[in-house]
């Protein structure tokens, strides 16, 4: 079974930027979409951006412009630049793999945007 692990949350004032990455424990080149996810306390957990086998990006309109995913198959890693960051950014943003029969989620990593 696949392992996704996300890494690369923290602290960062407004405005600021961070780099997160979902590592996958194998090729990701199996999944047919692989979507960042966020959540705050009190809140759904929101879709942010995904990106399909084939490349094509798509973003929630409140981070497109601010937002880039790619991917790296030969590293089994996707990321999500973040960049021009508020506030109301501050989630747990999760990694999700997509395949054809299951769904696989990552723990997990912390991003706080906060002066």
């Known amino acids: 079974q696949v392992q996704l692990v996300e890494s690369g949350g923290g602290l960062v004032q407004p405005g600021g930027s961070l780099r997160l990455s979902c590592a996958a424990s194998?090729?990701?080149?199996?999944?047919?979409?692989i979507n960042w996810y966020r959540q705050s306390p009190g809140n759904q957990r929101e879709w942010v951006a995904g990106i399909t086998s084939g490349g094509s990006l798509n973003y929630a309109d409140s981070v497109r412009g601010r937002f880039h995913i790619s991917r790296d198959n030969a590293k089994n890693t996707v990321y999500l630049e973040m960049n021009s960051l508020k506030p109301e950014d501050t989630a747990v943003y999760l990694c999700n793999g997509v395949t054809t029969v299951d769904h696989y989620w990552g723990q997990g990593t912390q991003v706080t945007v906060s002066s």
């Open positions: 194998g090729s990701i080149r199996g999944f047919n979409v």
